[in-house]
């Protein structure tokens, strides 16, 4: 069953990997150049479809125009990378995220039940995921998109308690597809 039109994510939080993966694969997902065949993502389990999907969602961005959103968290870690070159391409995205932001961005109350990933129960999240799903539940955005296998496999608890969806981009295009002759 696919999700209805006025019920697809819109507000996006892009996780530190799938910003970086952007950045790495951006001549293939904003200009349609081939990967080398050496290239280290086909040795990654998933790693080509995520990429492909990446490129799905962002070629129907080009008229959809999503809220891609980073924070300051995300400029940290682009920060402790040591690579000027990401941390401009963060900054970028932060421009981006920062105009979405700036009629419905975080409030008292947001900040508050994002708080709730603090409780126990969250415990098995990693320092640096935990700092960024904070803000991105903050910043109310309705998806987390990562690259990361591990993550979206807890997913089920957070979306529950907190309403934000962890994703990868196979899975947030699979929502997208159904809908994107509406934008092509």
């Not at 952007?22 to 080398?36: C, S």
């Not at 993502?41 to 490129?55: H, I, M, Q």
């Not at 799905?56 to 980073?70: K, P, S, T």
């Not at 947001?110 to 999240?125: D, N, Q, T, V």
Request: glycine share 6%.
């Amino acid at each position: 069953m696919s999700t209805p039109l006025e019920q697809l994510p819109r507000r996006i939080f892009l996780d530190s990997c799938t910003a970086q993966t952007l950045r790495d694969y951006g001549a293939f997902i904003f200009e349609g150049e081939a990967i080398p065949d050496s290239d280290r993502l086909f040795r990654v389990p998933g790693g080509v479809e995520k990429v492909e999907a990446l490129r799905d969602i962002f070629q129907l961005n080009e008229r959809a125009q999503f809220e891609w959103i980073v924070s300051h968290a995300s400029m940290v870690e682009a920060n402790d990378k040591g690579d000027p070159g990401h941390l401009r391409w963060v900054y970028d995205i932060a421009r981006h995220s920062a105009a979405c932001l700036a009629l419905d961005g975080a409030s008292k109350e947001s900040w508050a039940h994002a708080a709730r990933l603090r409780e126990p129960r969250f415990g098995y999240l990693g320092k640096k995921d935990h700092v960024l799903l904070e803000e991105a539940v903050a910043f109310r955005c309705e998806v987390f998109l990562t690259m990361e296998r591990r993550l979206p496999r807890n997913a089920e608890p957070i979306e529950r308690e907190l309403g934000i969806r962890i994703l990868t981009p196979v899975t947030y295009w699979q929502m997208l597809r159904p809908w994107a002759a509406l934008w092509q």
